[in-house]
């Protein structure tokens, strides 16, 4: 058992990431074009650009209602490119704190879960 918020986000995070992979397998094993390489990696963006694209021109399909969906830079004026920018040290202190904060918030609800 988890005995700290970090260690059972990385539970969570591995079980997640098993889940993904698997569906991946499962895709491979049914659309074999995706067992190419280069292929495996336009699918994120083109997920992102079919995401984007329906938010975009369909906003009452927004299932989520969450108001934070452009899953790419809004303002970049494109649809479906991933940004190379470089990473800068203040967005991965951004993104460990929002990390942390995720931890906490799951630890919180990690008693019910065990009661279930």
């Known amino acids: 058992r988890p005995q700290n918020p970090q260690e059972y986000f990385d539970l969570r995070?591995?079980?997640?990431r098993n889940i993904?992979?698997?569906?991946?397998?499962?895709?491979?094993?049914?659309?074999?074009?995706?067992?190419?390489?280069s292929v495996?990696?336009?699918i994120p963006?083109?997920?992102c650009f079919l995401h984007?694209?329906?938010?975009?021109?369909?906003?009452?399909n927004d299932k989520d209602?969450?108001?934070?969906?452009?899953?790419?830079?809004?303002?970049?004026?494109?649809?479906g490119e991933l940004s190379y920018q470089v990473i800068l040290e203040a967005a991965c202190l951004a993104a460990n704190s929002q990390q942390d904060k995720i931890a906490q918030e799951m630890w919180?609800?990690?008693?019910?879960?065990?009661q279930k």
């Open 13 to 16: 995070h591995a079980s997640a």
């Open 20 to 37: 993904i992979e698997h569906i991946f397998g499962v895709l491979k094993r049914q659309f074999s074009i995706l067992k190419a390489m």
């Open 40 to 42: 495996q990696a336009l």
């Open 45 to 47: 963006p083109a997920v």
């Open 52 to 60: 984007n694209f329906i938010h975009t021109h369909n906003p009452t």
């Open 65 to 79: 209602n969450n108001k934070d969906t452009d899953l790419l830079t809004p303002d970049n004026g494109n649809n």
């Open 108 to 114: 919180v609800g990690y008693p019910a879960e065990l």
